[in-house]
């Protein structure tokens, strides 16, 4: 007698067989189907095989289903054991099969008898073995209580309309409305991909798990599949929790003929086990429609990751070489350099570039592809100065916490081709009072989240919303996305030209005391300022004082003492601050610069 167990992977196939399998030893254990010796259940419906046209659909026999469901209730999860009476030399194996570890158990051949969903063979039975001799008293039994089978009418009603296919499959998950849908896996193709039967209704779908993949099976060109590593396991994984279980299904969408969903069973959620178990990983183009919370995939993921489970055996965080202070810390913002990088000034005194993860600028659409395109101020990108606006309004002088998801190498021009190589990038997620600025930035349109590959895991902690910042933002028309004109900024650059400068000049002076921001600081005394009232960009003088010259502006390009101090000094206090000036503007006759006095936020300076 030999005792295993329906519940590790097994399925019950129809009335009268059944797939068996022993427990896990060091991969998925071998199936072995039995066949109920001396009975007969109705066969279950057949689909007609593809690419033979000359084949057609079987449906069920009458109460072929009932007898299925009976044995599937009965016996699916549970531990059996069976007697092999017979074994063809095709190698099928006939027996009886009992629940539970002996043959003191239920049989289960008598139990569908009884219950008038299977029939006895009676062709060559001996009278002298009890155990067919009460098979066919059962039977007799069953007949007369007209149960099942015996039943008046024939059965027609026990033969399901089964349904192989949907003719418009989104339509179909749309008018569910995400609502649960009790289901039965009948297939499991890989770990995350099923094939189930929807109830009441007899829909036969393939469903993939919405947020998830699992590696899966490879078919070669001779037909035969080619698993990838940990396919098997993580197929048998599925298989010992779902396969013929009682399940609820929500389906989620349906985006090229694909249906995705997630599966509910009374003992968790098969997506979240499989992440968690290092069986699967997540897929951001379906993850956005998960609908239990992305942030509970990114966790199980996560917990995969750190323990160097299965398919992460070989992993490395992106910061597994950063210590934890340099991974997170607390800094001044000083300087914004465009919509998605700042300078920042550390406890240490050091000053340090900060990417923000996984967000891409606004830029003019080919740019990249133009190999000689010249330099472009923000005011001529549409919505750069929207954005640069937003991060020095938010952020300059501010402290704020970083979390350092990433270092980006640096490229060469050989690496990339026609795309401008660049240095190594600090790659963070930055907020401040609670607020992620990148998620801002998206939300509000001034910036778009990258796509990476599915085995890229260089990106933001925070990425599912930053993706769903974005689809906010698109179904708003926010910033980037708006069909509106796109904003113009007409900005007059007269610093450096004397001809601009001498036109402008009694603008300015009528103007009084004007509102600008500070640019550029250039030396200690050498500053660029954008006025926005009067549209323009000026360079100026500080007048009164001189700074020493950094190298850009002496021959031989050797800096006079203390240049770079006094520049620094200048740029803590003022860049990129907004500064209310009195200006008390001289044309100087050799010059087209501009020595004002200018009261700022930090006091007066002359």
């Known amino acids: 007698m030999c005792r295993l167990s329906v519940q590790a992977g097994g399925s019950v196939l129809s009335g009268c067989a059944i797939i068996v399998r022993g427990q896990p030893r060091g991969g998925p254990p071998p199936e072995r189907q039995i066949n109920l010796s001396n009975v007969r259940a109705g066969a279950l419906a057949r689909r007609a095989t593809q690419n033979q046209p000359e084949t057609k659909d079987t449906p069920d026999e009458p109460w072929a289903f009932q007898a299925r469901e009976f044995l599937r209730k ?66 007799d039994q069953a007949k007369a209580a007209k149960k099942g089978i015996w039943s008046e009418g024939g059965g027609a009603h026990t033969i399901r309309d089964l349904k192989y296919s949907i003719e418009n499959p989104r339509n179909f998950v749309d008018s569910l409305h995400q609502k649960p849908v009790n289901a039965i896996i009948e297939h499991v193709r890989d770990g995350s991909v099923v094939r189930a039967l929807l109830l009441p209704d007899y829909y036969l779908v393939t469903v993939m798990l919405s947020g998830v993949k699992c590696p899966s099976f490879k078919r070669e060109s001779d037909g035969t599949e080619t698993p990838e590593p940990f396919a098997a396991e993580a197929k048998f994984f599925t298989e010992s929790r779902l396969l013929q279980r009682d399940v609820q299904i929500i389906l989620e969408s349906c985006p090229n003929q694909v249906i995705l969903g997630t599966i509910l069973h009374p003992n968790g959620n098969i997506t979240e086990l499989l992440l968690k178990e290092g069986f699967a990983r997540c897929v951001d183009w379906s993850m956005a429609v998960y609908t239990q919370g992305a942030e509970k995939l990114r966790a199980a993921e996560r917990s995969a990751k750190e323990r160097k489970v299965r398919i992460w055996k070989d992993y490395v965080a992106p910061t597994a070489n950063l210590d934890q202070k340099d991974r997170q810390f607390v800094a001044k913002v000083m300087q914004v350099v465009n919509a998605d990088a700042i300078v920042v000034k550390l406890n240490s005194g050091e000053y340090k ?177 954008y006025m926005p009232k009067e549209t323009c960009l000026i360079t100026f003088l500080l007048a009164g004082i001189e700074c020493p010259r950094g ?50 936020p930090f006091g007066n300076t002359r």
């Open 74 to 139: 009965k016996m699916i999860g549970k531990e059996v054991c069976f007697t092999v009476e017979i074994k063809t030399q095709q190698g099928r194996e006939y027996g009886m099969v009992y629940l539970g570890k002996d043959s003191s158990g239920e049989n289960i051949a008598e139990s569908l008898v009884a219950e008038g969903l299977a029939t006895v063979r009676r062709e060559g039975i001996r009278g002298t073995n009890p155990e067919q001799a009460r098979l066919c008293d059962l039977e």
């Open 353 to 529: 570039t900060i990417h923000l993860s996984s967000i891409r600028p606004p830029r003019i659409e080919g740019e990249n592809k133009d190999k000689d395109k010249r330099f472009r101020p923000l005011y001529d990108i549409p919505y750069m100065f929207e954005a640069r606006e937003f991060l020095r309004k938010k952020l300059i002088g501010k402290k704020v916490n970083v979390t350092v998801d990433y270092i980006r190498a640096a490229t060469t021009a050989a690496e990339t081709g026609p795309v401008p190589a660049f240095p190594e990038r600090t790659c963070a997620t930055v907020t401040i009072g609670g607020i992620n600025i990148a998620e801002a930035l998206v939300s509000k349109g001034l910036a778009t989240v990258i796509r990476y590959r599915q085995d890229d895991d260089q990106r933001s902690s925070h990425y599912d919303e930053l993706l769903a910042a974005e689809a906010r933002a698109i179904k708003n028309g926010k910033g980037l996305h708006s069909k509106k004109e796109v904003p113009i900024h007409r900005v007059a650059d007269i610093s450096g030209e004397t001809q601009k400068a001498k036109q402008f000049l009694p603008f300015l002076q009528r103007a009084g005391r004007s509102e600008a921001v500070v640019e550029y600081v250039f030396s200690g005394s050498r500053l660029k300022l």
């Open 551 to 600: 190298s850009r502006n002496i021959p031989g390009g050797v800096p006079e003492p203390f240049s770079e101090e006094a520049t620094l000094f200048t740029k803590e206090l003022v860049l990129q601050r907004e500064v209310g000036q009195l200006l008390c503007f001289l044309e100087l006759p050799t010059s087209s610069k501009f020595k004002p006095y200018v009261a700022g």
